[in-house]
């Protein structure tokens, strides 16, 4: 179970990392959501221990499990959801007012931007 679990983080944050190096901007955004999940799999898959749910009466002797894990997963999650909308706000700012997300098209713009701002008049 280890060796699959290790495959899913592998393949998941090669997959983030791919799409980061990308050169638009909603690649950027996917990529960053693809790498935080995989750092909730590594997470859960890591602290993960079977046992019984940590719930009042636990049986006498019983493994429980770490629901401490779970939570920080969770919190995380809801991080990454909220972070990943943000994003995607701003990249539809940016194509609203450039209608491009192509990140060297914008180097482009913004170096023209400057250019022209410093001219006189």
């Known amino acids: 179970m280890i060796a699959v679990e290790s495959i899913v983080v592998a393949l998941v944050f090669g ?6 190096l990308r050169r638009d901007l909603i690649s950027l955004v996917a990529g960053s959501s693809l790498l ?3 750092a909730f799999v590594f997470l859960v898959a890591s602290g ?3 046992g019984v749910a ?7 002797g019983a493994a429980v499990s770490d629901p401490v894990v779970q939570a920080l997963a969770l919190t995380g999650l809801v991080i990454n959801v909220a972070t990943t909308a943000v994003l995607i ?5 940016t194509w ?15 170096r023209r931007e400057e250019r022209d701002a410093g001219e006189p008049g």
């Open 96 to 110: 609203a007012d450039h209608r491009t997300i192509d990140l060297d098209e914008l180097a482009r713009i913004e």
């Open 54 to 60: 940590p719930i009042h009466p636990i049986p006498q």
């Open 48 to 50: 993960g221990s079977l």
């Open 15 to 20: 997959s983030g990392a791919a799409l980061m």
């Open 89 to 93: 706000a701003l990249v539809r700012g």
């Open 36 to 38: 935080s999940s995989a």
